[in-house]
């Protein structure tokens, strides 16, 4: 690996924060006694409208944990944003979870829990309404939120999709 390509890698590295939203330890029982296993769901984001959703698994958290992150890494998102808060009311649900947000006025912070929370604090919306209405799942949590955010389109985009052009 050349010194210019590590660099790189460590100003994207600086660039995105992680966050670990839960961390699951599940158990094999073999003849010697039991096999535990971790899956860790972990959410990077740069709080400037990108962030990256990934599930590591591995037999130690550590590893868990970094796979995860490097998961989340690979799979970058973009949310069409209003200022600080969302373009427009949107629900989503994915498996068992099932979430709703709004915009709301600026100052009003981020009104969100759990998973949610950390989806949102790292893709940069400062302002919104949220509320997680079906299973507290922190995996299908976070995958209903992405699924919400995806759902998200700009003003650009609508205006484009109905022909019309953009004044201004």
């Known amino acids: 690996m050349s010194a210019a390509h590590k660099y790189h890698d460590d100003d994207k590295a600086k660039e995105f924060e992680d966050r670990v939203v839960s961390i699951n330890r599940c158990s ?6 039991r096999n535990f296993s971790f899956s860790a769901l972990v959410v990077v984001g740069n709080r400037k409208g990108t962030f990256g959703i990934g599930l590591g698994k591995a037999n130690e958290v550590a590893d868990a944990i970094r796979k995860g992150s490097e998961i989340a890494r690979k799979n970058l998102i973009k949310v069409p944003m209003n200022k600080y808060t969302i373009t427009h009311s949107v629900e ?49 949590v976070v995958k209903a939120t992405v699924a919400a955010i995806q759902s998200l389109r700009s003003k650009d985009e609508i205006l484009a ?3 019309i052009q953009k004044i201004g």
């Not at 915009?103 to 009104?111: D, E, K, Q, V, Y």
């Not at 759990?114 to 997680?132: E, P, W």
Request: glycine share 22%; net charge positive; no cysteine.
């Open 28 to 33: 094999k029982v073999v003849k010697g006694g």
């Open 92 to 140: 989503a649900s994915f498996g068992g979870g099932r979430v709703m947000m709004k915009p709301a006025a600026p100052g009003t912070g981020l009104i969100a829990g759990g998973g949610m929370r950390a989806v949102l604090d790292l893709a940069g919306i400062k302002d919104v309404l949220a509320k997680s209405l079906g299973s507290n799942n922190p995996v299908n």
């Open 161 to 163: 999709k109905r022909g």
